[in-house]
């Protein structure tokens, strides 16, 4: 049975910083060959985007999010990162981590899901 466990969440004001972790295990799971992605979901709105990274260490982003985040990959540790700067209101959600079989579609679709992580910034 395949486990995503997100950490790092929190409370922060705007203009700070966060970084979230995704923790992958099971019996023989390896992320190596997953396509990796963040998806955020505030209140009363769909679950959207955040930022993806294939197998091939290929990263891709939303454009709200472009050159404020950073995906990363640490296949030994079996976890995937999320280096959230700049941070504004609009980006309070809760973030979950996702893995995909397609490892080479960022795209999806995503197979395994997180339970997710808050993150609340303050104005």
């Known amino acids: 049975q395949v486990q995503l466990v997100e950490s790092g969440g929190g409370l922060v004001q705007a203009g700070g910083s966060l970084r979230l972790s995704c923790a992958a295990s099971?019996?023989?799971?390896?992320?190596?060959?997953?396509?990796m992605g963040w998806f955020r979901q505030a209140p009363r709105k769909e679950r959207e985007f955040v930022a993806a990274?294939?197998?091939?260490?290929?990263?891709y982003y939303a454009d709200s999010v472009k050159g404020r985040f950073t995906i990363s990959r640490d296949n030994a540790k079996n976890t995937v990162s999320l280096q959230m700067n700049s941070l504004k209101p609009g980006d309070t959600a809760v973030y979950y981590c996702?893995?995909?079989?397609?490892?080479?579609?960022?795209?999806?679709?995503?197979?395994?899901w997180g339970q997710g992580t808050q993150v609340t910034v303050s104005s």
């Open positions: 099971g019996r023989t799971f390896s992320i190596s060959s997953y396509a």
């Open positions: 996702a893995a995909g079989v397609s490892g080479s579609r960022w795209y999806g679709p995503y197979d395994y």
């Open positions: 990274i294939n197998w091939r260490g290929s990263t």
